[in-house]
C-alpha cells in the first residue's frame, strides 16, 4: 500500500520568500504524485501532478515539483510566496491502473507575512 | 464549464439521526469518489464509483453509510444512524477517467454531529 508524509503541518514565511513544503512517499511500484491546494471553505484544487514524465513538473501559479526517486521525495516549491498563496496543501500518492484512488497527506497550512 | 456540485454545504444534526449528501459531477466524468476529511488530516476515500457500479468501497464502514450512483450520474452518500466521529467535511470528487486522471473536486459538506 502506498502512503504520503507531509513535514511540517505549519509552514510560514515572509511574502517575497521561498516557499518549500515537503512530501515523501512510500510505493512499492512507480507512483502518479499530486500536491493540491485547498482555500478555507473550498474544495481541493489540483496543483500540479507527476506521471512519469519529466520529473520536474510546473504547476498553476508559480508553483513546481521535482520527483526524486532515490530520496522518494515531491517536495513543492515556489520562489517567491504571495500572500495569496496562504491555504493549505495536500500532497497526494496513487498507484497502479487505479491511478484515480490517492492517497493523501494530512496537508501543510502555509501562512504568509506581509 | 460547471464544476462539482454538493449540497448542502452544512448541516448539524444530533447523533443517532440520518443525514444524506448530494453530488452532481462534472458533465461526462464517469468516475465519482466520496472522500471523508476530518479537521486537521488529508482526504480519505470512502467509495469509488465508476458509472453506476462501485469500483472500490473498502473503507466505508458500510454498517452506517451507504452511498449510490443509480443513473451513472448523481450520487448520493447517506449515514445512518450518524455518530459524534463522523463530523468532517465530506468531499466529493470527479474525473473523466484514465491512468492519470485529473480529480476535479466539490467545495464538500461540513457535517457537524452534536
Known amino acids: 500500500a502506498q502512503s504520503v508524509t507531509q513535514l511540517g503541518s505549519h509552514v510560514s514565511v515572509s511574502e517575497g520568500a521561498l516557499v518549500l513544503l515537503r512530501c515523501n512517499y512510500s510505493?512499492?511500484?512507480?507512483?502518479?504524485l499530486f500536491w493540491y491546494v485547498q482555500y478555507p471553505n473550498q474544495g481541493l484544487q489540483l496543483l500540479l501532478k507527476?506521471?512519469?514524465?519529466?520529473?520536474l513538473v510546473k504547476g498553476i501559479n508559480g508553483f513546481e515539483a521535482e520527483f526524486k526517486k532515490s530520496e522518494t521525495s515531491f517536495h513543492l516549491t515556489k520562489p517567491s510566496a504571495h500572500m495569496s498563496d496562504a491555504a493549505e496543501y495536500f500532497c497526494?500518492?496513487?498507484?497502479?491502473?487505479?491511478?484515480?484512488?490517492?492517497?493523501f497527506g494530512d496537508g501543510t497550512t502555509l501562512t504568509v507575512k506581509p | 464549464e460547471a464544476g462539482v456540485a454538493q449540497s448542502p454545504r452544512y448541516k448539524i444534526i444530533e447523533k443517532r439521526q440520518s443525514v444524506a449528501f448530494w453530488c452532481n459531477p462534472i458533465?461526462?466524468?464517469?468516475?465519482l469518489y466520496w472522500y471523508q476529511q476530518i479537521l486537521g488530516q488529508g482526504p480519505k476515500l470512502l467509495i469509488q464509483?465508476?458509472?453506476?457500479?462501485?469500483?472500490?468501497d473498502s473503507q466505508l464502514p458500510k454498517d452506517r453509510f451507504s452511498a449510490e450512483r443509480l443513473k451513472g450520474v448523481d450520487s448520493t452518500l447517506k449515514i445512518q444512524p450518524a455518530k459524534l466521529e463522523d463530523s468532517a467535511v465530506y468531499l466529493c470528487?470527479?474525473?473523466?477517467?484514465?491512468?492519470?486522471?485529473?480529480?476535479?473536486f466539490g467545495p464538500g459538506t461540513r457535517l457537524t454531529v452534536l
Open positions: 464509483f465508476q458509472n453506476n457500479g462501485v469500483v472500490d
Open positions: 497526494a500518492v496513487s498507484v497502479g491502473t487505479n491511478a484515480g484512488k490517492s492517497t
Open positions: 458533465s461526462g466524468h464517469a468516475t
Open positions: 510505493s512499492s511500484v512507480p507512483p502518479y
Open positions: 470528487a470527479s474525473s473523466f477517467g484514465g491512468l492519470s486522471n485529473e480529480q476535479f
Open positions: 507527476y506521471t512519469s514524465a519529466a520529473t
